[in-house]
């Protein structure tokens, strides 16, 4: 949750490091819910989910993508 407004950048990474997708969105204070869209279809594994402020404050969760 967002304290007040801020631009930040969000990254879908590999476990090699790779940077498969990066966005750019702008955050209003508050709540904000984003939906990272994929050209490609993702292999079964973990990636990290990165969001970075325009500070270069930055967050990581593990993500596990599993085909259903």
Do not use: C, W
């Not at 950048?9 to 204070?29: H, P, W």
């Amino acid at each position: 949750e967002a304290s007040f407004d801020k631009s930040v950048t969000i990254s879908l990474v590999d476990l090699y490091g790779r940077t498969l997708l990066e966005e750019k969105y702008n955050m209003t204070k508050g709540m904000s819910i984003f939906t990272l869209s994929t050209e490609q279809s993702l292999p079964e594994g973990l990636y990290l989910v990165q969001i970075t402020d325009q500070y270069g404050h930055q967050i990581s969760k593990q993500l596990t993508h599993f085909k259903q």
